[in-house]
């Protein structure tokens, strides 16, 4: 059974910088994709970055560009985001998700999801 588990959410203020991590386990993910989405209050789920298994292709949302960073380690079966220079409006509950075909910024091409971790972001 495939799990996701995220860590690294928490309380900053704007222009500072967390890490979260997404461990995964339960089967081999050399063709899955890994993707980043989050979700506000009131809003839809979001695609913010993401991140192939296998050659390590990244892509990025606009809003995220720049700020952020998406990468993996193989090994650890674990992929990381790193959130630089954060805003208020990068509040959300952050999800990880898997997926192996499709276009990578819709949600119902995920197959499986992480619980969530929460980034609040104070001005």
């Known amino acids: 059974q495939v799990q996701l588990v995220e860590s690294g959410g928490g309380l900053v203020q704007a222009g500072g910088s967390l890490r979260l991590s997404c461990a995964a386990s339960g089967r081999t993910f050399s063709s899955y994709t890994m993707g980043w989405f989050r979700q506000a209050p009131g809003k839809e789920r979001e695609f913010v970055a993401a991140i192939t298994w296998s050659s390590g292709s990244t892509y990025y949302a606009d809003s995220v560009k720049g700020r952020f960073t998406i990468s993996r380690d193989n090994d650890k079966n674990t992929d990381y985001l790193q959130m630089n220079s954060l805003k208020p409006e990068d509040t959300a509950l952050y999800f990880c998700?898997?997926?192996?075909?499709?276009?990578?910024?819709?949600?119902?091409?995920?197959?499986?999801w992480g619980q969530g971790t929460q980034v609040t972001v104070s001005s």
């Open positions: 998700a898997l997926k192996r075909r499709g276009i990578l910024v819709v949600t119902s091409n995920y197959e499986y």
